[in-house]
């Protein structure tokens, strides 16, 4: 079966008449490096919302855009914290990770959709279990692995906003890539 059909109800929640831009990457550093590629476009109140199981590669993705956003040390996985705040950056960078959240309501009442509209770049790791509560400029990103166990290689999935420039900053910092998937 084609792997992207198993996500399809999921895939881009939000742009359903955006742009999509398909890479795979080979193991941990390359995600990084396209990952970081993502990071250095983004901006004060850009959303990344991510998806992916268990193992995808959400985190690591996330460190890497939070390295070329300019945060120092390490970027470890929110699971148990829901939001780690990284400060040490001109631009604040929030990580959350919404897996044990088991509604929208409960988002708004920890009072997280501040963080939506703040000064800072927002990621966040399994949000379409709560899709209604980002604004509908969010860049979508959807990871799984190809060969389930064994293999290093992921696909990414890239959905943005119809018409949105971020489109096209990114897909020409990344057209010289050698490993995209068609
Ligand atoms: P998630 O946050 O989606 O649960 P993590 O980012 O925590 O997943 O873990 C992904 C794991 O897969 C890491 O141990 C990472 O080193 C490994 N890995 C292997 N190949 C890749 C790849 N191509 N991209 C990202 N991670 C990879
Ligand atoms: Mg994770």
Redesign the pocket.
Known sequence: MDSFSVYEDKISFFHKNGKLHKIR????D??IFVAGELGKILKKGDIVCLD??????????ISGIAKAAGIKGVIP?PTFTILIEHENAEIPFYHFDVYRLGNEEEFYDLGFDEYLYGKGICAV?WASRIPGVFPGNSIQVF?FREDYDNS???QILFYFPENDKRFELFTERIKNYDNPCK
């Open positions: 990457t080979i193991n941990h390359h995600t992916g199981d268990l193992g995808a590669g959400k985190t690591v993705f996985s790791e990871m290093e290689y992921r």
